[in-house]
């Protein structure tokens, strides 16, 4: 069995420091689970469609709908604390490349990690049907004008999120 130094990392942090009584990696769907707030999933998704194909993202490619694009989600560490203030959930996708982050050129990095981030929310909110999450992404070696574009992105998606409110509350999505 091979073993994922990243995920085993994100884990104990997930256990140890952020105190979380469930952790899972290699959290995968079940199609045999409901989806919730599918219209709203779809909105956002085509919002951001839009947003990121105008800045040159390609994120969706060939995904054209909420089912299809969640039906691949995969989390690499996720954390589920629970205390007296409420549930906080943790997600957090790794990328571990020896050479530094790199999923082709600057620009196919970029979309693959959006597209990461944003299916991470949209799970959150779809399968277990709230509205607030901590989503990390997380690689130990990301050139400086790669990690600048990412941390705009990433701001750019905490917004859009604000729009995937469950039971009339505010979404609260923060990405690290």
């Not at 690689?139 to 600048?148: F, V």
Request: aromatic letters at 10%; charged letters at 25%.
């Amino acid at each position: 069995m091979k073993i994922e130094i990243g995920e085993s990392l994100m884990y104990s942090w997930l256990k140890h420091i952020q105190k979380c009584q469930i952790v899972q990696t290699n959290w995968k769907v079940s199609p045999s689970w409901d989806l919730y707030e599918i219209e709203k999933l779809a909105g956002v998704m085509e919002i951001t469609k839009e947003e990121f194909l105008k800045q040159g993202y390609d994120i969706y490619k060939k995904n054209n709908a909420v089912n299809q694009l969640l039906k691949q989600a995969e989390i690499d560490a996720i954390g589920i604390h629970y205390s007296k203030e409420g549930v906080k959930l943790y997600c957090a996708d790794i990328a571990f490349h020896e050479n530094g982050l790199n999923y082709g050129p600057e620009n196919e990095t970029i979309s693959r990690v959006i597209k990461k981030i944003i299916r991470t929310a949209f799970c959150i909110v779809g399968y277990f049907g709230i509205n607030e999450g901590k989503i990390y992404f997380v690689s130990p070696k990301i050139s400086n004008s790669l990690e600048n574009s990412l941390s705009s992105m990433a701001k750019k998606i905490e917004g859009d999120c604000e729009s995937l409110s469950v039971n009339s509350q505010n979404s609260r999505f923060v990405i690290n």
